[in-house]
């Protein structure tokens, strides 16, 4: 009940920052381009300094001597989770382009934005090798989901240098600038630590922040009405970490990379399915649809899936 009550508790105040996004939106306090800016920062300051701050403090040779069965297990983690999520989505709709996005939201969870915020606060010792277990994820994301999925079909595929070059981004440089300090023990100026604390501190609210602006302008009628969307989202949060947690019945994971697999798959979808194709003019109805039924519905969820599992 303890676990319960304190995943609720770091839920709640999570969306309520989400709502109060979406009544920001909503009311027309924010400018238009309040959602791109907040993205912006999350994605070239906020984020990457969390990363930085947390590899600089963690990146050891005796943390990182046991990293490989952390990825490994990633790794395996990432090809059961694309065909099954292609297999599914096929399974719902005929639907292309629909079919990508719920491609996409099943074998990608929401496990940066909001991966990111609960495991930082929830399970804080493992956060750097939570950051570890989602690089396989990430680069999968960056050499297929996004290129593939979410721009294929708009004449924007990308060639495999371009795929390579967007590795280049301020996340994965800051994890390497961390790398670097962590395994050098390089001493920082006092102040220059205060300020990627600080810039760290602003990630989650700011994330929760940009989903409820994010959403802001779906269709509700819409959204609630469509099966589809809710059997998307429960075999998310539902049925992924369930068969994760029988798998784990016969397989002895360690704590932390049952905790880490654990939180990827009980996250709601992610974002990207709204952002990149809203950017390109795509309809994102489904895709917005799938962000507030599947982040609603963790609210229930993950709670009682880590007081039960956890």
């Known amino acids: 009940m303890t676990v319960f009550l304190s995943t609720l508790n770091q839920l709640a105040f999570l969306f309520t920052l989400i709502a109060v996004g979406y009544l920001l939106a909503k009311l027309r306090i924010l400018p238009e381009n309040a959602a791109k800016t907040l993205a912006k920062l999350e994605n070239t ?94 680069t999968v994301i960056y050499l297929w989901g996004v290129p593939v999925l979410l721009l294929g079909d708009n004449g924007q595929q990308q060639s495999l240098k371009d795929r390579l070059r967007s590795f280049l981004n301020p996340m994965f440089i800051a994890m390497l600038i961390g790398m670097i300090i962590g395994l050098t023990k390089m001493p920082l100026p006092g102040f ?15 994330a929760m922040l940009l989903t409820g602006i994010t959403v802001c302008s ?10 589809r969307i809710y059997a998307v989202s ?3 949060l539902v049925a992924l970490p369930l068969l994760f947690v029988a798998v784990a019945q016969f397989v002895p994971f360690s704590k932390s990379i ?21 950017a390109l003019g795509k309809d994102t109805s489904v895709a917005s649809g799938m962000a507030v ?12 899936i880590f007081a039960l599992f956890g």
């Open 293 to 304: 039924i599947s982040h609603l519905l963790s609210l229930l969820t993950i709670p009682v």
């Open 192 to 206: 220059l630590v205060s300020v990627v604390d600080t810039c760290s501190l602003c990630m989650s609210p700011v």
């Open 45 to 138: 300051v906020f984020i990457p300094a969390l990363v930085l701050g947390t590899f600089i403090e963690n990146f050891t040779v005796e943390r990182i001597s046991s990293a490989w069965k952390l990825l490994l297990i990633s790794v395996a983690l990432t090809l059961i989770c694309v065909p099954v999520a292609i297999l599914i989505s096929k399974c719902v709709t005929k639907d292309r382009y629909i079919q990508n996005i719920y491609t996409y939201g099943l074998a990608f969870s929401n496990f940066g934005f909001m991966g990111n915020a609960v495991v930082s606060a929830l399970f804080p010792e493992i956060f750097f090798e939570y950051l570890l277990f989602t690089l396989p994820f990430w």
């Open 258 to 278: 049952y905790t880490c697999a654990l939180c990827v798959l009980a996250m709601p979808l992610g974002l990207n399915t709204i952002v990149i194709p809203s």
């Open 234 to 236: 429960l075999i998310r």
């Open 218 to 227: 779906i269709s509700f009628r819409r959204t609630f009405t469509d099966l």
